[in-house]
């Protein structure tokens, strides 16, 4: 009679150091793939959304159309949105990126916009009244006094990107989705479990280091 594999690998265990181990190289490739594409999504994503969110304060008439644009985009499903994109990008990074873009941008807009609009109108009137021009009220008051609402969105966006980049997986750029994708189509327990949790640990990092980083931005909410 043939004895057991001793080997968690052989055993095809859903916890399993040897995996981590032996595959360590490729979990940090995953891992760094994982993280370049959350972060180049969520930073391009709030460099249009700013401007976006100015332009639906500044215009009424704006704010409509810029909301309603962003909620579509936001209702349309990954795979549909990859395929759109697809004759634009190809099989490419770029097209992930682009699809984490418009999927931020709901999120961004509509709490940057929250934020401007919270800021107290005599707030703004005291501003004026002490010789601050449009650039420098925008840039000194309005802007942080609308950094809480704007951060808020700008953690929801960055865990949101960080599971909707396992998408990117259809396309071979998934980060730890293309782990995720192979394990599951082979019954690679390991692989599946350990790329999994790793999505959920960069998840809650990120969440806690947005969350240190508006504490020290707004320390005037500090208890």
């Not at 976006?52 to 008439?61: I, Q, S, V, Y």
């Not at 699809?99 to 509509?110: D, E, F, I, K, Q």
């Not at 919270?118 to 420098?136: I, L, W």
Request: proline share 5%; hydrophobic share 55%; charged share 10%.
């Amino acid at each position: 009679m043939t004895a057991p594999p001793d080997d968690c690998l052989a055993r095809n265990e859903w916890i399993c150091g040897d995996y981590l181990s032996t595959r360590r190289h490729i979990l940090a490739d995953a891992v760094l793939q994982h993280l370049e594409l959350t972060a180049l999504s969520v930073a391009i994503a709030l460099l249009l959304a700013v401007p976006l969110a100015l332009l639906a304060r500044r215009f009424h008439t704006a704010a409509g159309p810029v909301l309603a644009l962003t909620t579509v985009l936001y209702t349309i499903p990954s795979l549909a949105m990859f395929s759109l994109l697809l004759p634009l990008y190809g099989l490419s990074a770029s097209l992930v990126v682009a699809g984490l873009v418009l999927y931020s941008l709901t999120l961004l807009v509509r709490n940057i916009l929250a934020g401007l609009r919270a800021v107290p109108e005599e707030t703004r009137q005291a501003a004026k009244g002490m010789g601050y021009g449009p650039v420098r009220l925008l840039l000194t008051v309005e802007l942080p006094l609308a950094l809480p609402a704007a951060m808020a969105g700008l953690r929801i966006a960055t865990v949101s990107a960080v599971s909707l980049v396992t998408i990117g997986a259809i396309v071979g750029h998934g980060g730890l989705g293309n782990l995720i994708y192979t394990g599951m189509n082979t019954y690679f327990k390991a692989q599946v479990l350990t790329a999994s949790v790793l999505c959920v640990v960069i998840a809650v990092a990120a969440d806690l280091l947005l969350l240190g980083a508006q504490r020290l931005l707004t320390p005037w909410q500090r208890s």
